[in-house]
Structures are given as C-alpha cells and as structure tokens.
C-alpha cells in the first residue's frame, strides 16, 4: 500500500548550520507531498508542498523538490534557527475518489541548539 | 485567522469509561478528519467525512468508537470503553473538498488523551 518513509531522529544541529531531512514514498498513484511541521503540544501546520513531479515547495527558508525518478521528496534549509526546533512529518495523498486522506511518516525531531 | 476548534485540550480518564472530544471546523469546509497520533508516530485517519456523510472510516475500531457530524458543521468522536492502548493524541483537520485545489487540511491543536 502508499506509504511514507523519513529518516529517525533526533536531529541534532547547531544553529547556521543545513539542514535536510530525507523522505521518500511509495504510491499507486501520482500524490501530492507534503511538509508538516509540530510544534510542542501543538497540532500540525503545514510548511510546504508539491503537487507535481520536479515541483519545488518553499516556505519560511525551507525547500523540497518532488523527485519522481527516486520517488523522494527530502526537505531542506540552508541556516536553522533555534526557533525551527519541531518534529517534521513528510506526507502524501492521491486525490479524485471519494477519499483523500493523508499518509505520514513516522516523523523527525529536529533540535537546534545555540 | 480561521482556526479548528478541538475541546478539551486535555483529558485523563480511567478505563472503561466513556469518553467524548469534540471539533469545529473552518466556516465552509464541507471536509472533516479525525486523525490519531500515538506518541512517536505519525498520525493515521480514523474516519473522513464530507459534510455529513462518512466516505472512510476503515481504520475506526468500531466496536468502540463512533463519531458522527450530524449538520455537517461540527462533529464529535466517542470512545467507549476507554482502553489504555487509547493513550494518544486525537487531532481533528478540515479542508474546503476533496479536489486537488483545495484540499489543503487545516489541523486544531488536537486533544491528548491519557486512560489510566
């Protein structure tokens, strides 16, 4: 079945530092992907997406690019702040049908440190 | 800035009581979630309904669970009875439909429960 797989964490990184985090997916179909991202007892926000294939998602600093060829959609920044420390949960979807529910990874803790 | 409402924020329960969340949409989103999130997961779709009709709820343990969302506005999810593998976080999202332009799901800040 459509699944998303990320890369464990923690993710430990000084501030300034580049940041990526990988995540690639199995699908059936042609998804959209997703970025979301968790703040401490918060729910999720979405940070960015790509509905296409060599689509690029961008938000806040942040950056993903759908890669069709190695079904992989990994995110990136070039400097974290300390103010980025969240979990970050990769997802899909296929639209049309009467569902379009999304699929997440398991999610990556990103900590950022000073 | 149009939000989801989710009540409570937090809620303890013992064991084999019931136990109800509840959940407002953004005004004019005729989709609805409910997702659960075990500690250290990802969250997983327990039922999806547009307006008022359920069009998935494969993942619900419906010998336990229910929800409904009888206006196709609000909805309320039951578990009864309550079992400590329910320990989890219930997050409730919306979005405008189901086609791709407007699917963007818009999450509350969800509701962690602990059965004791």
């Known amino acids: 079945g459509d699944s998303v797989t990320q890369m464990e964490g923690p993710v430990t990184l000084s501030e300034e530092a580049f940041l990526t985090i990988n995540c690639t997916y199995t699908?059936?179909?042609?998804?959209?992907l997703f970025w979301y991202v968790q703040y401490p007892g918060e729910g999720l926000q979405l940070l960015l997406k790509?509905?296409?294939?060599?689509d690029k998602g961008s938000n806040k600093g942040f950056e993903a690019t759908y890669r069709k060829e190695t079904t992989s959609f990994h995110l990136e920044k070039g400097s974290v702040q300390v103010s980025d420390s969240a979990v970050y949960f990769c997802?899909?979807?296929?639209?049309?049908?009467?569902?379009?529910?999304?699929?997440f990874g398991t999610g990556t803790l990103l900590a950022v440190q000073p | 800035e149009a939000e989801v409402a989710q009540s409570p924020r937090y809620k303890i329960t013992e064991k084999s009581q019931a136990v109800a969340f509840w959940c407002d949409p953004i005004?004019?989103?005729?989709?609805l979630y409910w997702y659960r999130q075990i500690l250290g997961q990802g969250p997983e779709l327990l039922v999806q309904?547009?307006?008022?009709?359920?069009?998935?709820d494969s993942q619900l343990p419906k010998d336990r669970f229910s929800a409904e969302r009888l206006k196709g506005v609000d909805s309320t999810l039951k578990i009864q009875p309550a079992e400590l593998g329910d320990s989890a976080m219930y997050l409730c999202?919306?979005?405008?439909?189901?086609?791709?332009?407007?699917?963007?799901?818009?999450f509350g800040q969800g509701t962690r429960l602990t059965v004791v």
């Open positions: 999202a919306s979005s405008l439909g189901l086609g791709q332009g407007d699917t963007e799901a818009f």
């Open positions: 699908a059936t179909g042609y998804p959209s």
């Open positions: 790509a509905t296409k294939a060599d």
């Open positions: 997802a899909q979807t296929n639209y049309g049908g009467a569902t379009n529910k999304l699929i």
């Open positions: 005004s004019g989103h005729a989709t």
């Open positions: 309904f547009q307006d008022e009709s359920v069009v998935d």
